[in-house]
């Protein structure tokens, strides 16, 4: 989608840019791109403590970690563009930029296929027990006792959202053999009818579901979506698989369900707060709020088990996802210059 904007008055001059959260081979595509723009880089993300700087850049790009929120945007005072490397844009407060006359662009297709692999190899590595039997063969322990698995054939895939990734999840179940029943706010028929999926109620689909694998977005309405009122609702032993992100599920109700097996096992590559994991160091020297402690207690919780495979929020971290995202950036970022936002982000 491209809207028209207002706010470039001389398009085609150099801009500023500055971009966060960005690798070594990241920033060196980037610059091969935009030779004709100033640019500035950073490995951190965006925060309140280098706000300021950003403020004096046109445009900014940053990717899930920055917390875009009043505070900060209050001091991206030349700022006319945020444009993030993802999918989803909970992290930036589209209310405020919207007030500030900032546009926000993201990268609204880039990694169908690729979260979707990685939400079956999560499945795979909970129904064939692979963590397991590697952790055993690290310790020279080659006994198969307990690593009995099950087929994926003829099983009942409860996928939540089938928005562009959930669609892919549904395609690589059916070569699997998997039945498939979906929960979604819209449900497309044609769709469900040439893939012979079905929709049903949420409460519906974990009930029937001997794998539940949730792909909906982050935001007000899908906080929590999965909670102590509805996750003992799972099929008895079933798997919760989670490559969305970590507030659509509540922490403690998943634990508890693990506790007393009416789960089996999960397959996480996303954590309520996971962010606070990466400033674990620091809270060993500093005191660290209540909430921000206790999820940092409950997902050290959750990763010392055995019938939880986590990977770091690596589901779209694939060579090929990597340049789409790059590539969708540098035209969202172009058009830009040009007058037009190209994927703009809205609040509805």
Same mark, same amino acid.
Request: aromatic letters at 8%; a negative charge; proline letters at 2%.
């Given at each position: 989608m491209i809207d028209e904007i207002t706010h470039i008055s001389n398009p085609?001059?150099?801009?500023? +840019?500055?971009?966060?959260?960005?690798?070594?081979?990241?920033? &060196?595509? *980037?610059?091969?791109?935009?030779? =004709?723009?100033?640019?500035f880089f950073s490995a951190e993300p965006l925060t309140e403590k280098n706000a300021p700087h950003a403020g004096s850049y046109e445009i900014i790009s940053v990717f899930i970690y920055s917390a875009v %929120?009043?505070?900060?945007?209050?001091q991206l005072k030349n700022v006319r563009l945020i444009a993030t490397r993802s999918t989803g844009f909970d992290h930036i407060d589209i209310a405020v930029c919207r007030e500030k006359n900032i546009a926000v662009s993201n990268v609204p297709h880039y990694g169908e296929n690729t979260v979707a692999e990685h939400t079956f190899a999560l499945i795979l590595a909970l129904s064939r027990n692979v963590?397991?039997?590697?952790?055993?063969?690290?310790?020279?322990? /080659?006994?198969? &006792?307990?690593?009995?698995? /099950? &087929?994926?054939?003829?099983? !009942?895939? $409860?996928? +939540? $959202?089938?928005?562009?990734?959930? *669609?892919?999840v549904i395609r690589i179940a059916k070569g699997f053999g998997m039945h498939v029943i979906a929960s979604d706010?819209?449900?497309?028929? /044609?769709?469900?009818?040439?893939?012979?999926?079905?929709?049903?109620?949420?409460?519906?689909?974990?009930?029937?579901?001997?794998?539940?694998?949730?792909?909906?977005?982050? %935001?007000?309405h899908t906080h929590h979506l999965i909670n102590r009122k509805n996750i003992k609702k +799972?099929?008895?032993? $079933?798997? *919760?698989?989670? !490559?969305?992100?970590?507030?659509?599920? &509540?922490?403690?109700?998943?634990?508890?369900?693990?506790?007393?097996?009416?789960l089996s096992g999960a397959g996480l590559d996303v954590l309520e707060g996971e962010e606070? +994991?990466?400033? =674990? %160091?620091?809270?060993?020297?500093?005191?660290?709020g209540p909430t921000q402690a206790r999820q940092i207690k409950q997902n050290h919780n959750l990763l010392? #088990?055995?019938?939880v495979v986590f990977t770091p929020h690596i589901g779209f971290y694939s060579e090929e996802a990597? #340049?789409?995202?790059?590539?969708?950036?540098?035209?969202?970022?172009?058009? /830009?210059?040009?007058g037009k936002i190209e994927n703009p982000v809205s609040l509805s």
């Open positions: 085609h001059l150099i801009m500023k +840019i500055a971009f966060f959260e960005t690798s070594p081979s990241d920033q &060196d595509y *980037l610059s091969r791109m935009l030779t =004709e723009h100033e640019l %929120n009043h505070s900060v945007i209050e963590h397991k039997s590697y952790a055993r063969g690290l310790k020279e322990d /080659f006994s198969i &006792d307990g690593l009995m698995g /099950f &087929d994926l054939k003829d099983k !009942t895939l $409860g996928v +939540i $959202g089938t928005g562009h990734i959930g *669609l892919h706010v819209y449900h497309d028929i /044609f769709l469900s009818e040439i893939l012979h999926y079905r929709y049903a109620p949420l409460d519906e689909v974990l009930a029937q579901a001997d794998i539940v694998t949730l792909h909906v977005p982050y %935001n007000e +799972i099929k008895k032993g $079933g798997l *919760l698989i989670n !490559t969305s992100r970590g507030g659509i599920v &509540d922490t403690e109700a998943l634990i508890e369900a693990l506790d007393d097996h009416s606070h +994991i990466k400033e =674990e %160091n620091q809270c060993l020297h500093e005191n660290c010392s #088990r055995d019938n990597l #340049r789409r995202i790059l590539d969708t950036t540098l035209q969202n970022i172009t058009r /830009f210059t040009l």
